[in-house]
Nanobody
Framework: QVQLVESGGGLVQPGGSLRLSCAAS????????MDWYRQAPGKQRELVAG???????TYADSVKDRFTISRDNAKNTVYLQMNSLKPEDTAIYYC????????????WGQGTQVTVSS
């Protein structure tokens, strides 16, 4: 079984920073990618940032130049450094793990709340 444990969410003022962490444990093999998604009230879940096994990254246009995704392979942990936070970044942030390259398997964390408000 695979488990994802997220941490680092909270309340921050506009312009502030937060760092999210997601630690994966269990039977992890053929790691394909780790991503961060978010879902705001009344909106669909959207991809925020992703990092592949090879280290390639992708970002939503809305967070480019503000958020940075990184990974510690030894710890099977992915991070999301969020700077210059805006009220519209308020959402539940979910960690996503994709295993496999032919047959693919998705795993999700429980989510962590990020609230940007003065």
């Amino acid at each position: 079984q695979v488990q994802l444990v997220e941490s680092g969410g909270g309340l921050v003022q506009p312009g502030g920073s937060l760092r999210l962490s997601c630690a994966a444990s269990g039977s992890i093999s053929n790691l394909n990618a780790m991503d961060w998604y978010r879902q705001a009230p009344g909106k669909q879940r959207e991809l925020v940032a992703g990092i592949t096994r090879g280290g390639s990254t992708t970002y939503a246009d809305s967070v480019k130049d503000r958020f940075t995704i990184s990974r510690d392979n030894a710890k099977n942990t992915v991070y999301l450094q969020m700077n210059s936070l805006k009220p519209e970044d308020t959402a539940i942030y979910y960690c996503h793990l994709l295993l496999g390259f032919v047959a693919k398997y998705d795993y999700w964390g429980q989510g962590t709340q990020v609230t940007v408000s003065s």
